[in-house]
């Protein structure tokens, strides 16, 4: 994204922002309450007009017709509306759709793919249930399930962890890394637990009042000083055998 820049209602939120992020790479943004992060994500999944501002693998975002924008990029919101009375499978096989031929059905491959998932994400035996009588980790762990059917290159995540207990956050990031691995994956995510986000992203951007406060590998983004500037917090910073570790210390 070159010089992306997001107004709501009238108030700037992103103030021109430049992102580029390479093919198979993992970058996530981080920031403050407020800062824009979503805004960035939710402009990068078409959700918001960025006319000129945004090319995904090379091609303007506003050229990208909604299917084929959904073969490509699949997004995981923060908070996603769950419709009412509708199953697991019912919800991931929705992945499904960019595959599916106008006024066709799914084919036996879509069905196999959400199977595979479902039990990918730890999520055997949850298939018949509805999806609003799930946990909120389920829930969120059902939210990443659908993006991952739909077989997109680019994944936007939105704190794809917040309501995971930390066995479950491992295996979701872990699970999110092999498949980047496996298949090329392209990630870029938001994540509040910043210890979490630089063991796993290969460059961090620091956004802070809708700029970039700082962009780099782990290491330069999470320092003690940038974290006491843009998040007025007192912490330390340790060094990590997978990144650096950020620890929250009560202020003297
Ligand atoms: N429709 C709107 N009109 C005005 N301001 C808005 C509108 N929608 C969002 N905002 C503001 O835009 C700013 C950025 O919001 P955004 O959700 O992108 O932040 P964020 O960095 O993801 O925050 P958080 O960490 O709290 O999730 C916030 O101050 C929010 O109040």
Do not use: C
């Not at 009588?133 to 739909?150: D, H, I, N, Y």
């Not at 290159?153 to 794809?160: N, R």
């Not at 092999?178 to 063991?199: I, K, P, W, Y």
Request: proline share 7%; aromatic share 4%.
């Amino acid at each position: 994204m070159r010089d992306l820049r997001v107004s709501l209602d009238g108030t700037p939120i992103l103030a021109g922002v430049d992102l580029t992020v390479e093919r198979g790479e993992w970058v996530t943004v981080i920031g403050p309450n407020g800062a824009g992060k979503s805004t960035l994500l939710r402009a990068l999944g078409g959700l918001l007009p960025a006319p000129g501002a945004i090319r995904i693998f090379g091609t303007p975002s506003e050229a990208l017709r909604r299917r084929d924008r959904a073969r490509v990029v699949a997004t995981v919101a923060q908070s996603p509306v769950v419709p009412a009375g509708m199953t697991v499978f019912d919800y991931v096989l929705l992945g499904r759709t960019p595959y599916v031929p106008p006024l066709g059905r799914e084919s036996a491959a879509d069905l196999a793919a959400v199977r595979d998932v479902l039990t990918r994400l730890d999520l055997d035996g949850f298939g018949r249930r509805e999806l609003a009588t799930l946990s909120g980790g389920e829930r969120q762990r059902v939210f990443l399930a659908r993006a991952l059917a739909q077989g997109a290159t680019l994944l936007l995540l939105d704190e794809p962890t917040s309501a995971l207990d930390i066995g479950h956050q491992q295996e979701v990031l872990e699970l999110v890394d092999q498949l980047r691995r496996a298949h090329g994956l392209t990630v870029l995510a938001t994540m509040h637990d910043l210890s979490l986000a630089g063991e796993y992203a290969d460059r961090m951007v620091l956004l802070a009042a809708g700029r970039v406060a700082a962009a780099g590998p782990p290491r330069d983004v999470l320092t003690e000083d940038l974290l006491a500037r843009h998040y007025r917090a007192s912490v330390r910073v340790l060094p990590g055998e997978h990144g650096p570790l950020v620890v929250p210390v009560r202020p003297r």
